[in-house]
């Protein structure tokens, strides 16, 4: 089920009710009830699936919990950390890797598609989490139920934001019912099907073309459509951020915000501190900054960490070797900026227009990786950049 299906609002008004209707101290069941019927309304083997890696997940943190030997607790921690990303890579990227197999070693060889569960993406790096922070003990003391509450909580498992457990926990355990909070909820929902329906949905028209580039008309409707898509596919995933945001504060429950206006901010270090927030805080926390930690005193390896879990990022948001290199493109801009080789600050130029021109080169630079993302295979995406490059021939 999904936030832009005929069924949600109804679905999501009858939990609301049958959550705030049953007692308090079986509100949880209530809400795995229902993110149960949400989840395999998609289809019950994927249900079958993030059920049986949920208990998986909680088994280990159980077993490092009950060892106080450090490498036997960090034995734990990378056996269910290697099982959680094989998971992901098996759903996700196993038809990449055998057809870039079968390019490289000219087979004819293949396997079945392999479809792709509903949220996975969020949810295995939810659980990542998790497991850190079981760790390093810094989750409070909780039940099998609090565990699953969170791990198959509806509103996010679809499309985010990925959630902290502290904060899941902490807003479940507070289960007062507040008109404010519900009221802000409304707000949220509204805002984000306006985002999804009246604005990016309607930029559909004049974006379409640029995930087929040989129906490209010209160099200059290729800049245009860029343009357009840059504003679509914010208030899309904004829209459907918002949804979810909207949809967990009406059960009285906080999850993070996602977009806190990207395209304002002067640099391409502001755009991913406020584009996608849940993601960019996740990949820092665990593995940007436990790589810099590692290796504080070089600025090379800094560079080169920033480029790699930039290009994470990219092959996140996609099974195809383009969201890669979207991911690489930000990951040398960020580099770059990093190094402060194009500083631009004049002094006689007053501050606003400073600010000014740093949005207007930041939109530009991120505007132009759009075809890495827009597209299905990186052969797509540099047919869009030859077909920009045009324009200078």
């Given amino acids: 089920m999904l936030f832009n299906t005929f069924i949600y609002p109804f679905f999501l008004v009858g939990a609301v009710t049958l959550f705030w209707l049953t007692p308090k101290k079986w509100r949880l069941s209530s809400l795995l009830f229902s993110s149960a019927v949400f989840y395999g309304f998609n289809g019950l083997k994927f249900l079958a699936l993030v059920l049986l890696l ?23 921690l990378w056996q269910g950390i290697v099982v959680i990303v094989l998971v992901l890579i098996f759903f996700k990227y196993s038809n990449l890797l055998v057809s870039t197999a079968k390019d490289l070693m000219g087979g004819n060889w293949e396997i079945s598609k392999i479809f792709l569960p509903l949220g996975i993406s969020f949810f295995t790096f939810e659980f990542i989490h998790y497991l850190v922070e079981m760790y390093y003990g810094r989750l409070p003391k909780h039940t099998l139920a609090d565990f699953f509450s969170f791990a198959l909580f509806f509103p996010t498992l679809a499309s985010g934001p990925i959630k902290r457990f502290n904060k899941f926990f902490e807003s479940t355990h507070d289960q007062s019912f507040s008109k404010n909070i519900f009221i802000t909820g409304i707000f949220f929902i509204l805002l984000g099907y306006a985002q999804k329906y009246f604005i990016a949905d309607n930029l559909v028209e004049q974006t379409t073309f640029l995930s087929s580039p040989n129906i490209a008309p010209s160099s200059l409707a290729v800049l245009s459509g860029l343009f357009f898509y840059s504003f679509r596919i914010y208030f899309d995933f904004a829209g459907l951020s918002n949804i979810a945001i909207g949809s967990a504060l009406l059960f009285g429950i906080t999850v993070p915000i996602n977009f806190s206006w990207p395209y304002l901010r002067k640099d391409l270090a502001g755009f991913w501190k406020y584009w996608h927030m849940s993601l960019t805080s996740w990949i820092r926390d665990y593995i940007y900054m436990p790589l810099v930690f590692r290796f504080r005193n070089s600025k090379f390896i800094t560079s080169i960490a920033v480029i790699f879990t930039m290009g994470l990022i990219g092959l996140w948001h996609g099974s195809s070797w383009n969201f890669l290199f979207f991911g690489l493109y930000h990951g040398l801009g960020l580099a770059i900026l990093q190094t402060k080789v194009f500083s631009f600050n004049p002094k006689f130029l007053p501050g606003w227009l400073k600010y000014g021109f740093g949005v207007i080169v930041t939109f530009g630079f991120v505007t132009l990786g759009w075809p890495f993302f827009v597209t299905s295979s990186l052969s797509d995406s540099l047919l869009l950049y030859q077909k920009i490059f045009a324009i200078f021939i």
């Fill in 54 to 76: 949920s208990a998986f997940t909680y088994w280990i943190g159980k077993r490092m919990q009950e060892v106080e030997n450090k490498t036997q607790k960090k034995k734990h």
